[in-house]
């Protein structure tokens, strides 16, 4: 009976040690999307830090399963150029039709685990949702864990490329410059789990 009771209770504390946790992602400082995009005679840079969403994960085994959902606000992105943010969100990324900018994760299994304070890097494959247009897209991210006594933290960053013309959004055009069809997108974001 001592023995049964043991091996319950063992096995009950691994259970719970197997369970994910739920980090939190809020908008503000220590956090950037941007997003930039070559023209003939400059390049055009656009960031916010307003993201926000979950990332769900087991940072001992990976394998068990992923989730995320992450937001940016479309309308927070700014150039440095108020006449040319309102284009952009007016004629382009139609933020009032259109108001987030979202990437879907759904359980998706990684190889190992998280080990404290290292930076590791993988490809995710999830939904990448931007003017209305939904596609599965695969995106390497490099991922890092940092527990504490008070909190645990997982840093997300990440690159990769989208297509104007495949999301249905208009190239912005500016006198004589017209920006390049590829963005090259940025992410670099943290969530927080009490």
């Not at 390049?43 to 830090?49: A, C, K, M, S």
């Not at 926000?52 to 995320?68: H, N, R, Y």
């Not at 304070?117 to 897209?137: C, D």
């Not at 055009?173 to 963005?183: K, T, V």
Request: charged share 20%; proline share 5%; hydrophobic share 40%.
């Amino acid at each position: 009976m001592k023995i049964m009771l043991c091996a319950l209770l063992i096995l009950s504390g691994w259970a719970a040690a197997a369970q994910p946790i739920t980090f939190t992602v809020s908008g503000g400082e220590g956090n950037r999307i941007q997003f930039e995009s070559k023209a003939p005679l400059e390049t055009v840079t656009g960031t916010t830090d307003q993201v926000s969403g979950t990332i769900s994960l087991d940072p001992a085994d990976l394998g068990s399963g992923v989730s995320a959902s992450v937001s940016v606000d479309a309308a927070s992105i700014k150039t440095g150029n108020g006449i040319r943010d309102g284009h952009m969100r007016n004629n382009h990324l139609q933020t009032k039709e259109f108001p987030e900018i979202k990437f879907t994760l759904n359980n998706f299994a990684l190889d190992g685990a998280l080990p404290p304070g290292v930076a590791k890097t993988y490809t995710v494959a999830g939904e990448f949702t931007l003017h209305g247009v939904t596609r599965t897209i695969s995106v390497p991210v490099e991922v890092t864990y940092i527990p504490s006594d008070t909190e645990k933290k997982v840093r997300v960053v990440g690159h990769f490329g989208v297509s104007l013309t495949e999301y249905n959004i208009p190239r912005p055009q500016f006198l004589i410059m017209r920006l390049d069809d590829m963005q090259k997108i940025t992410v670099d974001f943290w969530g927080v789990a009490q």
